[in-house]
């Protein structure tokens, strides 16, 4: 598996191209701005683009989706609560198949209520629901801290310390950081009941 990380936009976002070297099928996760970088990864990889994944479906990480369904034909995969059209809806612990590997979707609302991540090989794709060093807003519509304090400590804390997280923002010190480091270093992380975590939150 290759994994090309792409920062997009105004807004820090990043846009991801998840690869199966075998049968060189891609799936983009997060397409909004700067498209002609992805579809130029494309070209030259000499990629068939398959999924359009979205981790959660605020306009920041769906603003591509249209135009990448145009000119490449892929298929839109997005969690049941999503209220946007999609071909494939997706629900906790489900498998994407892209060729050879097996993504994981894993149900993380608080965020959003359609929140996912993506698991594949040793790397989780945390959209906005963990970011290096911070979580995501919860004052967005959708948003719920009890719900993101579940997903956080009764899901991704618990996920090995070496896998590799990916977020939806780089907003951190780093691009790229593991479940590890961030239980060490990030605030948001650090060991509360729910009571605390609702107050920290504010």
């Not at 359009?52 to 920041?60: A, K, L, Q, S, Y």
């Not at 060729?99 to 996912?116: A, E, F, M, Q, R």
């Not at 963990?130 to 967005?140: A, N």
Request: aromatic letters at 8%.
């Amino acid at each position: 598996m290759i994994v090309k990380q792409i920062l997009v936009g105004s807004m820090a976002n990043f846009t991801y191209i998840i690869i199966d070297e075998k049968s060189k099928l891609a799936a983009v996760v997060d397409p909004s701005w700067d498209l002609e970088n992805v579809l130029n990864m494309l070209k030259i990889n000499n990629l068939k683009l398959k999924y359009i994944i979205n981790t959660h479906t605020h306009f920041d990480h769906v603003l591509g989706n249209e135009q990448l369904v145009t000119l490449t034909g892929a298929e839109t995969i997005m969690h049941k609560n999503s209220q946007l059209d999609k071909n494939i809806i997706v629900n906790d612990n489900d498998v994407i198949k892209l060729g050879n590997l097996n993504i994981k979707v894993i149900y993380t609302p608080g965020h959003s209520k359609d929140g996912i991540c993506l698991f594949v090989e040793n790397k989780l794709f945390c959209g906005d629901t963990l970011f290096v060093g911070s979580c995501g807003r919860i004052d967005l519509p959708g948003g719920s801290t009890s719900e993101l304090y579940d997903s956080l400590f009764d899901i991704l804390i618990k996920l090995d310390d070496d896998i590799e997280i990916y977020p939806g923002h780089d907003y951190g010190n780093k691009p790229v950081s593991t479940i590890g480091d961030e239980k060490k270093n990030n605030p948001v992380l650090k060991p509360r009941t729910k009571e605390e975590f609702l107050f920290f939150m504010g």
